[in-house]
């Protein structure tokens, strides 16, 4: 039996500080080049050349504000700020590549489904079917705040918006043009058959919407659906909803547990449990010896900022840290923020100083260090204990992060027939699944939005 392929995406954002605080200040770190296009191509091209799957770029609409009550810390170490608009880069990155799949996150609460569904459909033309759609809502808020609201809505009823939203993307791009509508017949003098394109007509509780899908089918229909989120009401959206599910783990038997929790969610759901791939992020430090390796990962220490990840990490939970000495415990305090964030400090025993040490390379992710084999012998041993198909795989110092693991770990991985060594033909969605269809399978919820489904 064939071993399985470990999946790979880049984990990114249009910003400075993204994962690991502090990183920016590395001699050899280029992140502040992030509003020029040269970084995006050039990067996208690297990516490539590695067959990584896809770039994952994360996005917030908002501050990080909890920490101390306001934004110093997040100002002078570039905590996400400033922060760029994520769609805009994929143009010019799919010119210069062919294969890299992107995956985008948009958030839905403060968008129109309307104009957010051409705005998939044009990139998804334009890169002839690779992007995908990471689906969120938001947790901070300052972000409500400065999009009209007076607080953030609350956790579940998130969701409940969320659904809707994808009930009315679901009628524009699988059911508002039928698959032949397009006859594209100059002697006719027929690009579009009339009676083959479909006025959506949608009244529910937060959207209404009366109008036909302005675009033209693209390849995929419908992007590839990414989803973060691990409370039970996230749970049952991923279910739903989900293609690929973006998860934080801390050890192998607690990820066992989530990536088990997503696959039931999916049969709940009345799908496949391996409709939905698995990925987690994860920081890589390697070098040609584990010796180089642990240097490298205490160079890399020396610039990193423990207090900028704990600053960020107050916005994922909604707890000003700041407030705690050293040594005091954290109070639990259940909020709309981030629900896997703040689970973490259910059992009140973590501190400020803990935290500080977890954030000592200025993130919380799980951090693999050491030689091209010890790597990916651990990348394997989290495969094959968790299920995970995956990893989102963070910028520590950018680009070398990413060109150390093209350069050492995926030959390794290779040599073990555990990673790809050329590109499936097709969409994102056809090279992630192999059931091989550009669209959505039949079983997905979105497939019943289609005319006569």
Request: aromatic share 10%; with cysteine; charged share 25%.
């Amino acid at each position: 039996m064939s071993k399985k392929k470990i999946l790979l995406n880049a984990f990114n954002m249009n910003c400075i500080g993204h994962i690991n605080h502090g990183l920016w200040t590395h001699p050899r770190d280029t992140s502040t080049r992030y509003n020029t296009l040269e970084y995006w191509t050039e990067l996208a091209q690297l990516l490539e050349r590695g067959l990584f799957d896809g770039l994952f770029i994360a996005d917030i609409v908002g501050v990080y504000d909890v920490y101390q009550q306001s934004i110093d810390v997040p100002l002078k170490e570039s905590i996400q700020l400033p922060v760029n608009d994520p769609l805009l880069l994929v143009s010019a990155m799919a010119a210069v590549t062919k294969n890299l799949g992107f995956g985008l996150t948009a958030n839905l609460t403060y968008e129109p489904p309307y104009l957010f569904a051409r705005r998939m459909s044009t990139l998804d033309h334009l890169t002839r079917g690779r992007v995908g759609w990471n689906i969120v809502t938001g947790y901070l808020d300052s972000a409500a705040k400065a999009m009209g609201l007076t607080e953030q809505v609350e956790h579940d009823r998130r969701y409940d918006q969320a659904d809707e939203y994808l009930e009315v993307l679901y009628k524009l791009w699988e059911g508002s043009w039928e698959n032949d509508a397009v006859l594209n017949d100059p002697a006719q003098r027929i690009y579009a058959q009339p009676d083959k394109v479909h006025k959506v007509q949608h009244a529910g509780e937060f959207y209404q919407v009366e109008g036909y899908h302005l675009c033209e089918p693209s390849p995929q229909r419908t992007p590839v659906l990414f989803q973060a989120g691990s409370s039970d009401r996230g749970l049952t959206f991923a279910g739903r909803h989900a293609e690929c599910v973006f998860i934080s783990g801390q050890t192998k038997a607690a990820t066992k547990v989530q990536v088990d929790r997503v696959r039931a969610s999916a049969a709940a759901a009345g799908r496949n449990p391996d409709d939905i791939k698995l990925f987690m992020g994860l920081n890589v430090i390697v070098a040609p010896t584990e010796a180089e390796a642990l240097a490298k990962r205490e160079q890399y220490l020396t610039y990193a900022s423990a207090e900028a990840g704990v600053a960020h990490f107050a916005s994922s939970t909604g707890i000003d840290f700041a407030e705690y000495e050293l040594d005091e415990p954290i109070q639990y305090v259940k909020s709309n923020a981030i629900q896997s964030a703040t689970k973490v400090l259910q059992n009140n025993d973590w501190t400020r100083r803990k935290l500080l040490e977890q954030h000592a390379l200025g993130g919380r992710y799980i951090t693999v260090v050491g030689s091209p084999e010890q790597v990916a012998d651990e990348l394997e041993s989290w495969i094959e204990q968790t299920g995970l198909d995956g990893f989102n795989l963070t910028r520590i110092v950018t680009p070398e992060s990413y060109a150390d693991f093209i350069d050492l770990v995926i030959p390794e991985l290779q040599r073990r027939g555990a990673y790809k060594t050329a590109y499936d033909t097709g969409s994102l969605r056809q090279k992630l699944f192999v059931e091989g269809d550009a669209h959505l399978p039949e079983r997905h919820t979105g497939a019943t939005y289609r005319p006569n489904a």
